[in-house]
């Protein structure tokens, strides 16, 4: 019986900054000491789906998600197969290099990355963006898809190959098949982390490149409540969304995540 | 990318800034923001202290709250954490302000539970001189992270030792003290370590839940990066290094003590 109230107790604490944006951004003329919101509008919602830049902030967000996500994998995938199934010399300084942007702040990164993209021409655009936001994404991607490697059976690759599949054939129905699962949770990492990122994308981007955090940032100095409700939960949307369709694999892959210290 | 970034920050902070075409060498932004006076010391000091203060408070509720799941088996805690990765920090550090600001939410609780009756009668929880609100969100945020890690350990551990402790009569308090400490002790602490660097070097909390003075240490480098006297951008750098200096000491340490566990 108490337990269950913890329970339930403990969903209602999870789901409390939900419930927060909720009735702040879609609620009129609340007013302290009102305890609960009293007239309910769609109003603030509406104003900022048509606002131009909170649609620039959306798409050019989703945008350098999904790209970096994409790039991320690719760059990863390679790097994890080497470390997750090869021996050699130097892996430790390899972990360690691949491991370091996760321990240099972002700030550090970013300010440094600043100087170097202006004199590239890199600075205030999408590329340069994507490029930065691959620093803090590679290390999370290299190693879920190195965990799975470790853990795969390379002797599958070399029955198809004794069976006359080609290389081709044997990457897309034996590797990816089976790397699938680790690849979902690794795009994930890549997807939030780089949906999440605010620092990198200001100081690269310079305040051209607008994305949801810079935006919402924004909105949480200025102090309209209805404003932060609303540009909280369009925030919060997509992250939630692909949790919750990949929870299933999270739930199985999540804590080697945390082990990588 | 990652190397060119921080030769470009220790040469900026030793005064080479192209843009403006100063490329003198010199200490001058070191010996400007480490001087006796500078705001450098006093941020120092706060964010040591938030972190400091944050991550205790984070390491010990972690505990108890890993000893309490570990005898209370489910998959909670996983789906804890995964729901917790989709309220990144700065989203959290939102709705603490909508809850907890003056004319939040549990101060209009307050109020219509006649506590108070006017905004300045609630405690300042967020934008404060103390980082209340900071400690509060890195502490309620890390807790799932943290616990994690203790619960792993626990899991992994031969369930003899508790059960011969409860047998020769120990207590709960006893039993926690001299068997589960020792046994989750340097992943706890290697896990800390690595909690107390995030956020003493993190941005965008302090950002929004801090105030223009004290301030902490990353908003404080940022304050000065961003300034449009351009020389100013070196001591901006200054900071940053060091505070990178320090968050990689404490992650080498942290290494080591994960090292010495597996021993």
């Known amino acids: ?39 309910w509008t769609i109003s603030t919602f509406d104003r900022a789906l048509n606002d131009s830049r909170t649609l620039t902030g959306l798409r050019d967000g989703l945008t350098i998600a999904v790209i970096v996500s994409l790039l991320s994998l690719l760059l990863a995938f390679p790097a994890a197969r080497v470390m997750g199934l090869r021996q050699f010399k130097g892996r430790q300084l390899a972990w360690l290099l691949f491991f370091l942007p996760t321990v240099v702040p972002p700030l550090a990164i970013g300010m440094g990355l600043n100087i170097l993209f202006l004199q590239l021409g890199l600075a205030g655009t999408i590329f340069g963006v994507v490029l930065a936001h691959l620093i803090p994404t590679l290390p999370y991607t290299i190693f879920t898809l190195s965990s799975a490697f470790a853990r795969y059976d390379e002797n599958f690759e070399h029955q198809a190959l004794a069976l006359g599949a080609s290389p081709l054939q044997i990457f897309f129905n ?59 939960l369009l925030f919060v949307l997509p992250p939630v969304l692909v949790i919750a369709f990949t929870a299933r694999e999270l739930m199985r892959h999540g804590n080697e995540i945390r082990e990588q210290f | ?49 938030v972190s400091m203060t944050a991550t205790l408070l984070a390491s010990a509720f972690a505990l108890l709250v890993a000893v309490w799941l570990n005898h209370h088996r489910t ?16 989203v959290f550090a939102t709705a603490l302000i909508l809850f907890l600001s003056q004319s939040g939410l549990l101060a209009r609780w307050a109020a219509s539970l006649g506590l108070i009756t006017s905004t300045d009668q609630f405690p300042v929880l967020v934008r404060d001189r103390y980082g209340i609100g900071i400690i509060l969100h890195y502490t309620i945020k890390e807790i799932p992270f943290l616990a994690l890690i203790v619960l792993a350990v626990l899991r992994s551990q031969p369930i003899g030792y508790d059960v011969v402790a409860q047998n020769l009569g120990a207590n709960r ?45 990353p908003v404080l480098a940022l304050r000065f990066f961003l ?37």
């Open chain 1, 174 to 232: 034996v590797t990816l098949r089976m790397m699938t699962p680790s690849l979902v949770v690794a795009t994930l990492f890549a997807f939030l982390i780089s949906w999440s990122q605010y620092l990198l994308t200001l100081l690269i981007g310079g305040g051209k490149i607008i994305t949801l955090p810079i935006l919402l940032f924004a909105a949480a100095s200025g102090g309209n409540p209805s404003t932060i409700g609303i540009q909280s």
């Open chain 2, 1 to 49: 990318m990652l190397g060119a970034s921080l030769l470009y920050a220790i040469a900026e902070s030793l005064g080479i800034i192209s843009v403006i075409g100063q490329s003198d060498v010199s200490f001058r932004a070191y010996r400007a923001a480490l001087a006796t006076d500078s705001e450098f010391w006093v941020s120092l000091a706060f964010s040591l202290w």
């Open chain 2, 75 to 90: 998959q909670s805690d996983t789906l804890a954490l995964n729901w917790n990765l989709a309220f990144p920090h700065l």
């Open chain 1, 1 to 39: 019986m108490l337990k269950t109230t913890f329970r339930y107790l403990l969903y209602l604490i999870l789901l409390a900054p939900l419930l927060l944006f909720i009735a702040y951004g879609f609620s009129t003329r609340w007013f302290f000491p009102a305890p609960f919101p009293t007239e």
């Open chain 2, 227 to 263: 300034d449009p006297d351009l020389r100013a951008r070196s001591e901006g750098m200054v900071i940053s290094l060091i505070i990178t200096a320090v968050v990689m000491l404490v992650a080498v340490v942290s290494l080591r003590l994960e090292r010495r566990k597996d021993e």
């Open chain 2, 173 to 217: 308090w006893q039993r926690l003290h001299y068997i589960t400490i020792p046994q989750v002790a340097p992943a706890l602490l290697s896990g800390s370590l690595l909690v107390f660097g995030f956020i003493f070097s993190s941005y965008e909390v302090p950002a929004i839940l801090g105030v223009g003075y004290p301030r902490a240490l």
